[in-house]
């Protein structure tokens, strides 16, 4: 079985910053792509960034140049540093990777529950 657990999060003024960080583990043979999505209050869920093996990285548009994504392969761990967060940053985060477990081939993507980001004005 694997697991994602995510940790950070809460309550920020518009204008500060927040780091989630999140956590793999269980029956994990290798990560590929690392990566964070975000659910706002009756919106779908979008996508935020990513990360490879490599390192290599990919934003969203909206949150470019405010957020940076980073990850720690031998950790499996990957981390998202949240900078000049305004209100519509406002939503339950997500992170993700695409897994190749030990119990089947293939690589699937796993989830982590969710933590809340909210940013007030």
């Known amino acids: 079985q694997v697991q994602l657990v995510e940790s950070g999060g809460g309550l920020v003024q518009s204008g500060g910053s927040l780091r989630l960080d999140c956590t793999a583990s269980?029956?994990?043979?290798?990560?590929?792509?690392m990566g964070w999505h975000r659910q706002a209050p009756g919106k779908q869920r979008e996508y935020v960034t990513s990360?490879?093996?490599?390192?290599?990285?990919n934003y969203a548009d909206s949150v470019k140049g405010r957020f940076t994504v980073s990850r720690d392969n031998a950790k499996n761990t990957v981390t998202l540093q949240m900078n000049s967060l305004n209100p519509a940053d406002t939503a339950v985060y997500y992170c993700y990777g695409q897994i190749i477990s030990t119990t089947k081939p293939g690589a699937y993507p796993y989830w982590g529950q969710g933590t809340q980001v909210t940013v007030s004005s």
């Open positions: 269980g029956s994990i043979f290798s990560i590929d792509a």
């Open positions: 990360i490879t093996t490599a390192g290599t990285t």
